[in-house]
């Protein structure tokens, strides 16, 4: 199981970045992805969760400005940033479970079974 994630960069607040996440090596379709992101000096959180029947859930932080999304067919996972903030600034890492999501495991890191890279965010004032 491999996943890559591209798209991060240096943008200024107020801008957007859209995310993505390529996975390989396993039945995309049989899996739940996530999007989680890791600060300097603080644990990894969760941003946003979609399950394979398209329902989402994510974190009070990104409501309203972050949009996750998911293409079958490529197997990719995308997470399309607006309104970005200096506070989103973090590594950001796509992630997969193989089986049943639960709403509330996008707080929930541990019940992950594979990572990708990560894609670092730098967002300036």
């Known amino acids: 199981v491999q996943l890559v994630e591209s798209g991060g960069g240096s943008v200024q607040s107020g801008g957007s970045l859209r995310l993505s996440c390529a996975a390989s090596?396993?039945?995309?379709?049989?899996?739940?992805m996530g999007w989680f992101r890791q600060a300097p000096g603080k644990e990894r959180e969760g941003v946003a969760l979609?399950?394979?029947?398209?329902?989402?859930t994510y974190a009070d932080s990104v409501k309203g400005r972050f949009t996750i999304s998911q293409d079958n067919a490529k197997n990719t996972l995308y997470l399309q940033m607006n309104s970005l903030k200096p506070d989103d600034t973090a590594m950001y890492y796509c992630?997969?479970?193989?089986?049943?999501?639960?709403?509330?495991?996008?707080?929930?890191?541990?019940?992950?079974?594979?990572w990708g890279q990560g894609t670092q965010v730098t967002v300036s004032s």
């Open positions: 992630a997969s479970r193989m089986g049943f999501c639960l709403s509330g495991d996008v707080r929930r890191p541990g019940r992950f079974d594979y």
């Open positions: 090596g396993y039945t995309y379709s049989g899996s739940c």
């Open positions: 979609i399950r394979r029947d398209g329902i989402t």
